[in-house]
């Protein structure tokens, strides 16, 4: 029996599945933070996305809002968040996988 997908329950992602379903183009990455005055974003390189994995205190999928913007990968480390970019297609089939019903 497969759950549900939804904003309430977390999917926690392991290293190697963050990195699977990253969206990195020419060696770089989208990330979004959101501080207390606002969106911010930028590139970081796969080096500085691949090392912020390695040390995070958790990974997991982000809600609707994160995977609607495209930046479903949410990376905990230091009380901090940091949503980056990812490929849809490789989500779902990773949802899919581990039993997640996404549909």
Same mark, same amino acid.
């Given at each position: ?12 992602? =392991? $290293? ?12 770089? +990455?989208?990330?979004?933070? %959101? ?22 205190? =958790? $990974? ?12 479903? +990968?949410?990376?905990?480390? %230091? ?25």
């Amino acid at each position: 029996m497969s759950k549900k997908y939804n904003d309430e329950e977390k999917v926690f992602l =392991t $290293i190697d599945e963050a990195k699977d379903i990253a969206n990195i183009v020419d060696n770089q +990455i989208h990330c979004f933070m %959101n501080p207390s005055f606002g969106l911010l974003g930028a590139d970081w390189s796969e080096e500085s996305f691949i090392n912020l994995l390695n040390k995070a205190a =958790t $990974i997991e999928v982000g809600g609707s809002q994160c995977r609607g913007m495209k930046h479903a +990968i949410a990376v905990i480390e %230091n009380k901090e968040v940091y949503f980056f970019e990812h490929n849809e297609e490789k989500l779902k089939e990773l949802l899919k996988q581990k039993g997640v019903d996404d549909e």
